[in-house]
């Protein structure tokens, strides 16, 4: 089993940045990638960035040049960090880790870009 417990959310103004991070717990050993997706207020979840185990990195165009994902293997997290914010990127930011064919989720954070 794998827990993921994200952090790192709030308030920001347009423009301000945020970082948020994601740690894993339980079977760290089994997670293959890692990645963010993020959920704004009456629309779907959409998927923001991914890491792989060898630190391949995709993001969504709409982040692309203002997001970046990383990962710390010895500390079992993946941050994003996030410049240049923007109202339309308030949402709540999930983490997931795709574990032994299944994917997991944390409970979320929330970002608030006010403009």
């Known amino acids: 089993q794998v827990h993921l417990v994200e952090s790192g959310g709030g308030l920001v103004q347009a423009g301000g940045s945020l970082r948020l991070s994601c740690a894993a717990s339980g079977s760290t050993s089994n997670i293959v990638t890692m990645g963010w997706y993020r959920q704004a207020p009456g629309k779907q979840r959409e998927w923001v960035a991914t890491?792989?185990?060898?630190?391949?990195?995709n993001y969504a165009d709409s982040v692309k040049g203002r997001f970046t994902i990383s990962r710390d293997n010895a500390k079992n997290t993946v941050y994003l960090q996030m410049n240049s914010l923007k109202p339309e990127d308030t949402a709540v930011y999930y983490c997931n880790a795709y574990v032994m064919a299944t994917l997991i989720w944390g409970q979320g954070t929330q970002v608030t870009v006010s403009s």
């Open positions: 890491i792989s185990s060898a630190e391949y990195t």
